[in-house]
């Protein structure tokens, strides 16, 4: 492994790129949800979280049971919703929301619940992205070596 590896596949980076991937991604659904909402029998999806955070859990599981914990990739394994490859999101498969709410023009989407959703994946995707910044800062200082 060399030392850029060592660097970036450290610590909490991995886990929180795959956060930052995962909240883009599903910001990406969300908005055209919003961007359907009056549009008749349009069926709004959803990825979910809990789907994502279980199998970001089992990754982080597996990577500290290798000889080096804090080093290496970190495995994400495939979901009913999202596919990986060589640890990186490759595709994604929105399921429905499971809202069983239909409005007159067979359109299922609930505007309160959707900017709910929206509401909640940004403020995941800021704290991450926060987070992942601390983390580039903290790497810079450590290269340059002064504080």
């Given at each position: 492994m060399s030392l850029i590896d060592g660097l970036v596949n450290g610590g909490a980076l991995p886990s929180l790129e795959r956060?930052?991937?995962?909240?883009?991604?599903?910001?990406?659904?969300?908005?055209?949800?919003?961007?359907?909402?009056?549009?008749?029998?349009?069926?709004?999806?959803?990825?979910?979280?809990?789907?994502?955070?279980?199998?970001?859990?089992?990754?982080?599981?597996?990577?500290?049971?290798?000889?080096?914990?804090?080093r290496g990739e970190l495995e994400m394994r495939s979901t009913r919703q999202i596919e990986y490859r060589g640890g990186r999101m490759a595709?994604?498969?929105?399921?429905?929301t499971g809202d069983n709410i239909l409005r007159h023009d067979q359109n299922n989407t609930d505007l309160?619940?959707?900017?709910?959703?929206?509401?909640?994946?940004?403020m995941t995707h800021h704290a991450a992205m926060n987070l992942l910044q601390n983390q580039f800062q903290m790497l810079s200082t450590a290269i340059r070596g002064s504080l």
């Open positions: 956060m930052a991937e995962f909240t883009e991604a599903r910001h990406n659904v969300l908005a055209h949800n919003v961007a359907n909402v009056d549009t008749p029998f349009f069926q709004a999806t959803d990825l979910d979280p809990r789907q994502f955070q279980d199998a970001l859990a089992d990754a982080q599981r597996r990577r500290r049971d290798q000889a080096n914990p804090m595709r994604i498969q929105p399921g429905a309160d619940r959707l900017m709910q959703n929206v509401a909640e994946n940004t």
